[in-house]
Structure formats: C-alpha cells, structure tokens
C-alpha cells in the first residue's frame, strides 16, 4: 500500500512540472529572460522568450490583441509564481481577438513569441518602457482553488467519562470547517465503530 501511495504522489508531482503543449519549446532553444531585455532592451530583438505574470489590462485592436501583464518569475511548469515583488511590466500582442471576458484582469498567463523593440507607454501618469512580446502561443492558466479543512473535537465526545453520556457521544462526531476561497462551510461527520 505504502508503494502505491509513493507513485501516486510521485506522478502528482511529475505531473505539475509539466509544461504545457502550447509554451513547449525544442531542448535546444535558449529563451531570454525579462531581465536581460530590461537590461539590454535593443540586443535581443527577435529573439525566442516564455514569459508570464497577471494581466493588468486588455485592448482589442483591429488585427490583434494588446495584453499589458505584471511579469512574475515561472516555475517550472511555466506558470507565474505571485509574489509580493515584479521586475516590472510587458506588453504582449497576439494575432486575431482574445476576449477581455475570457482573458480578465487578474488571471495568471504565459506566453512564447520573440521580443519586439521597447514601447513608451505610461502606468497611470507615469511614464514607462514597456519590454515586447511577439507571440505565437498564449496560455491562460485555471485558477487554484485553495482548501482548508480542520478537524475539531468536542472534549465531551471523547470524555474520560465514557459512560455518563448519551449513546450519541459515544459515536464520535466531528465537525469538519473547510474554506474554499475564503468562504466557511461546516460539516458534522460520524465516525464509525
């Protein structure tokens, strides 16, 4: 049994490292990371990247998509790793229409494409550099559902004095709180002889 628990969470782990079909590149290419194009800006042009983050802002214009995203460092399957610190912002342009419905405000992406040559632009009043993404695939990633269970005990269920309670304590009642996304359910269970 032990065995079968070890591959299984063996395979759970693999399988989170994966990247995914669209952001998959040949062993042999070497991505630039948003850090050397916002130091050196002009000497990477063309070259291949996978970067990621939030969008912060979507524009449709007439033959492509304008996606303004805060960078995050990826993990190793290529999704952003949110953090409390970025590097700063880029711009990706994807050919053809991206729903803003779709692609909202706040959901995490990643992307591959070539770099482009640097834009002004501003955030809010100030100005800005924004490096560029020319991409050819787009991954918008689901979001993680968090959930916390809690098991708690009530000290009479389980009394050292077994034998003043009624038959009902004597089952063992738990009370489990789960929070899915900051919202509170509870749950009572019975544990079985």
Known sequence: MKKVLFVMSMLAVSACSIIPEKLQVSENTSLIPFSNVRAMPNENVG??????????????????????VVNFDL??????????????????????????VIYKVGKSITAIGSVGHLEDGKIGEHEYQYPVLNATNVY?????????????????????????????????????????NNKPTSKVTKKEK
């Open 75 to 100: 993990s190793s399957s290529a999704r952003p790793k949110q953090k409390q610190e970025t590097q700063g912002r880029f711009r990706i342009y994807h050919a053809g229409l991206l729903d803003p």
């Open 47 to 68: 070259q291949t990247a996978r970067w990621g983050g939030v969008i912060a802002k979507v524009e449709n214009k007439a033959k492509q998509t304008m996606i303004e």
């Open 140 to 180: 918008l990633w689901k979001d993680i559902q968090k959930v916390e269970v809690r098991v708690l005990q009530n000290s009479f269920w389980h009394s050292p004095s077994f034998w003043h309670y009624p038959p009902f304590y004597h089952r063992g009642q738990h009370l489990i709180r789960t929070r899915t």
